[in-house]
T-cell receptor, first 113, second 114 residues
């Protein structure tokens, strides 16, 4: 079965650089979520989109922005990267933004040096 | 505000032992959903189960079983006859009210040895 696809899987950037993470949800899923997981921590919610509109916002820094496109894929744009942004970034998708379970991609491991 | 507490940081068991992972949640919403996810060493998050607040039936899936008790705000997860492949970090999570986000517990690292 098709799963959530994230690219790239690994990314190394220098401080103050920008990065773009991409997420392709499971077909027919209308909701996309972004989470950040630091080393040894639980995933922290960043932002979500339902039918291409932002539906919920968590602890996403102002330096980050995201959007969901007409084909439902989503991109997380990160600027002025800091060492503390090094983390595993997960995208998840679900059939509905309220009731159903979210299926996660394999994550993008971002390392800022 | 929502909160999920997984008091057990790490558990070590020998293969074939049964193990229970505890999860306690807090929410003021009457409609909410509880989840368990598994994160193996490879890093991905694997969905295991979803339970809504109106359904307190326990569930069994193979060696996995879940005990949901609203009276104690708990949603515990038991693995019967554990195997080495069960070694992972297990997260309990909560989605409540009209919020779309998941609130995760801090996770329990399960180590199963031979």
């Amino acid at each position: 079965a098709a799963g959530v696809i994230q690219s790239p899987r690994h990314l190394i950037k220098e401080k103050r650089e920008t990065a773009t993470l991409k997420c392709y949800p499971i077909p027919r899923h209308d909701t996309v979520y972004w989470y950040q997981q630091g080393p040894g921590q639980d995933p922290q919610f960043l932002i979500s989109f339902y039918e291409k509109m932002q539906s919920d916002k968590g602890s996403i820094p102002d330096r980050f922005s995201a959007q969901q496109f007409s084909d439902y894929h989503s991109e997380l744009n990160m600027s002025s990267l800091e060492l503390g942004d090094s983390a595993l970034y997960f995208c998840a998708s679900s059939l509905s933004h309220l009731r159903t379970e979210a299926f996660f991609g394999q994550g993008t491991r971002l390392t800022v040096v | 505000a929502q909160k999920v507490t997984q008091a057990q940081t790490e558990i070590s068991v020998v293969e074939k032992e049964d193990v229970t992972l505890d999860c306690v949640y807090e929410t003021r919403d009457t409609t909410y959903y509880l989840f368990w996810y598994k994160q193996p060493p490879s890093g991905e998050l694997v969905f295991l189960i979803r339970r809504n607040s109106f359904d307190e039936q326990n569930e069994i899936s193979g060696r996995y079983s879940w005990n949901f008790q609203k009276s104690t705000s708990s949603f515990n997860f038991t693995i019967t006859a554990s195997q080495v492949v069960d070694s992972a970090v297990y997260f309990c999570a909560l989605k409540a009210g009209t919020a779309s986000k998941l609130t995760f517990g801090t996770g329990t690292r399960l180590q199963v040895t031979l």
